[in-house]
């Protein structure tokens, strides 16, 4: 069974950082790749970042590109996104998800709030 467990949410302050960690079992992490999304009461889920297996390749929303950094741990099944310089648009629940399996997997997610 797949399991996803998102961490290291909270409240910071605009020009903050976070380090969010998603801990996933029950597929074979080292295969796939990984997806970081968020979303906002009222809106669709946002793409924020994409790494592939071997990390050799990532992307990034437009919106977070240069502020946040996706990366991965093949050894500990960890997925993570460094973000950097928040802003108050960044607040959001933040999902991780692994992409091409047969079925859409999500995990309970972890809230993130850039406030003063």
């Known amino acids: 069974q797949v399991q996803l467990v998102e961490s290291g949410g909270g409240l910071v302050q605009p020009g903050g950082s976070l380090r969010l960690s998603c801990a996933a079992s029950g597929f074979t992490f080292s295969s796939t790749t990984m997806r970081w999304y968020r979303q906002t009461p009222g809106k669709q889920r946002e793409l924020v970042a994409s790494?592939?297996?071997?990390?050799?390749?990532?992307n990034y929303a437009d919106s977070v590109k240069g502020r946040f950094t996706i990366s991965r741990d093949n050894a500990k099944n960890t997925v993570f996104l460094q973000m950097n310089s928040l802003k108050p648009e960044d607040t959001a629940v933040y999902y991780c998800?692994?992409?091409?399996?047969?079925?859409?997997?999500w995990g309970q997610g972890t809230q993130v709030t850039v406030s003063s």
């Open positions: 998800r692994p992409f091409g399996l047969s079925t859409i997997y």
């Open positions: 790494i592939t297996s071997t990390s050799d390749s990532t």
